[in-house]
């Protein structure tokens, strides 16, 4: 059994659902702390709904200047996992690793247990041919990225900013591949708005709508124009902004009384050629063309971010290029990650894993071959970034 299957397997068997951790995280420090990372628990939320944070760094200084502040690379990533659903549904217990067909079975197999083995194996390897690199390495590891986020890697970035804590480069280890690790990596997320409009009108009887207003009726011509705006045309990074409605519900249950108010739930899914507050006025605009009496609440869920290609792209890249013969395809798609809440403290950050196929899925798995392929991947980059700082350290 390779080393980074028989750590994807004992973090299998942790019961971790959010915001539990069980005892991942522990897992983590025991192969941490030899390797010299200096590791810090922080628990954050309500006794009901506690998540427990790792932070984990081993300094580097320049052997060009001591002095120096090293630059850092961050792996990130979270050890709770979604609830299993149906346990009869599954083929073998979620929580007990099983293999099949040459497939690991197990939640969080691929969302993203073995992202975070593969991270450690690797820099155990890196460190056993680099003993003393021109980088520093960290370690931001959560048990809420699948809940609210609240209390994870949000909570965890603020205390990090508080400190003046110097961040170069992120690797996050969402499973973003299709086929087979690497193929696909986000260079970015878009951002996402969420909205909840109440529109108010007067209940009363369905044989005297003369009496009342119905606020379905009132909320309809503004919502077919809502639908029709093109909110920005997208750019080369991301694909144009787009608004949906989740839900939408009125009425008492009774089919003779017009209902005296309308909820419609929606959301934006907006790129960098749009912001909050442009979204926000544009919609308010359309609702008061329409004379609309209501009320509106909004939730930011995270903002854009991008990392256009350049040196670090360039090296994870390359680095699969070396591992898998040909390139990774860049991407923004997709839903949200802890990069959101990464990218507003580090310069650089990309998403990186497994094929994310069977993610939240009953019988989650992964193949077995593609839990060495990240290994490798993760370990090209490393092994890059050296190359690359030394190379500087003699052009110097």
């Not at 508080?162 to 969402?174: A, M, P, S």
Request: negative net charge; contains cysteine; aromatic residues 6%.
């Amino acid at each position: 059994m390779s080393k980074t299957l028989e750590l994807t397997e004992q973090l299998i068997s942790q019961v971790s659902v959010t915001p539990a951790d069980a005892n991942c995280q522990n897992l983590l420090i025991q192969r941490l702390k030899p390797m010299g990372f200096e590791c810090e628990t922080l628990m954050r939320g309500p006794d009901d709904f506690r998540v427990t944070n790792l932070w984990a760094l081993k300094t580097a200084k320049p052997k060009s200047d001591p002095a120096l502040c090293a630059p850092v690379l961050v792996f990130a990533g979270h050890t709770d996992v979604v609830p299993t659903g149906p346990l009869k549904a599954w083929s073998s217990d979620p929580f007990t690793p099983s293999h099949r067909e040459g497939k690991l079975y197990g939640r969080g197999s691929s969302d993203m247990k073995s992202s975070l083995a593969a991270m450690v194996v690797a820099l155990e390897e890196f460190f056993d041919l680099n003993p003393a690199p021109s980088f520093s390495v960290a370690f931001l590891i959560t048990s809420d990225e699948e809940g609210p986020a609240n209390d994870g890697t949000v909570a965890v970035c603020e205390l990090l900013q508080e400190r003046g804590q110097r961040l170069d480069w992120c690797i996050v280890g969402e499973p973003t591949s299709i086929k087979i690790t690497g193929d696909m990596i986000k260079n970015g997320r878009r951002g996402t708005l969420s909205g909840k409009l109440v529109v108010k009108g007067i209940q009363g009887h369905i044989a005297y709508p003369q009496l009342a207003k119905n606020p379905i009726h009132l909320i309809s011509p503004a919502l077919a124009e809502l639908v029709d705006i093109e909110w920005d045309q997208g750019n080369e990074f991301f694909p144009p902004t787009t608004w949906q409605i989740s839900n939408i519900h009125a009425g008492t249950g009774a089919n003779n009384v017009i209902p005296g108010e309308c909820i419609v739930d929606f959301n934006f899914r907006f790129c960098t050629e749009s912001s909050v507050e442009s979204l926000q006025q544009r919609l308010k605009s359309v609702l008061d063309h329409h004379a609309l009496e209501y009320s509106l609440q909004w939730t930011v869920g995270g903002l854009p971010f991008i990392t256009p290609p350049g040196e670090f792209v360039g090296v994870v890249q390359n680095a699969i290029e070396k591992v898998n013969g040909h390139k990774a395809q860049l991407s923004t798609t997709g839903g949200t990650s802890d990069g959101r809440f990464i990218a507003q403290v580090c310069k650089e950050v990309i998403e990186l894993g497994p094929p994310n196929a069977s993610i939240h899925k009953v019988d989650e798995h992964i193949e077995l071959s593609e839990l060495e392929r990240l290994k490798h991947i993760y370990l090209e980059i490393l092994q890059q970034l050296q190359e690359n700082l030394t190379k500087v350290v003699r052009s110097s």
